[in-house]
């Protein structure tokens, strides 16, 4: 089930991309891509925001809903800095199986 999921995630962030140099008024990537990384920060922070509103709430539809909002947003705020889903995923590989109080005590 890991790999169709992270295949979503990458056919998502490839469309993304394919939007960075599309019409801002033709496509809401391309919009948000054109104002800017900051810009993308602050929609990433609104989604995570309404996110944690509906968790809250004790909300499940909504809270998948959102999940979805603020995974978007993060892969936009990844594209308009250059990161890549695969540098992500190498980060998460070599934290797999540390203990994530052994993990944040070592930074």
């Known amino acids: ?14 469309t993304i991309e394919t939007r960075q140099n599309a019409n801002p008024d033709a496509s809401y990537t391309a919009s948000l891509l054109a104002r800017g990384s900051s810009h993308c920060a602050r929609k990433l922070g609104e989604e ?11 909300d499940k539809e909504a809270l ?19 990161v890549q889903p695969s540098d992500v995923y190498s980060v998460l590989a070599q934290r797999e199986g540390t203990s994530g109080h052994d993990e944040k005590a070592s930074r």
């Open 48 to 58: 995570a925001i309404e996110t944690v509103v509906a968790a809250v709430a004790e």
């Open 64 to 82: 998948v809903q959102e999940s979805a909002d603020l995974i978007y947003h993060l892969l936009v705020l990844w594209a308009s800095k250059d």
């Open 1 to 14: 089930m890991a790999d169709v999921n992270s295949a979503v995630i990458d056919r998502l962030f490839k």
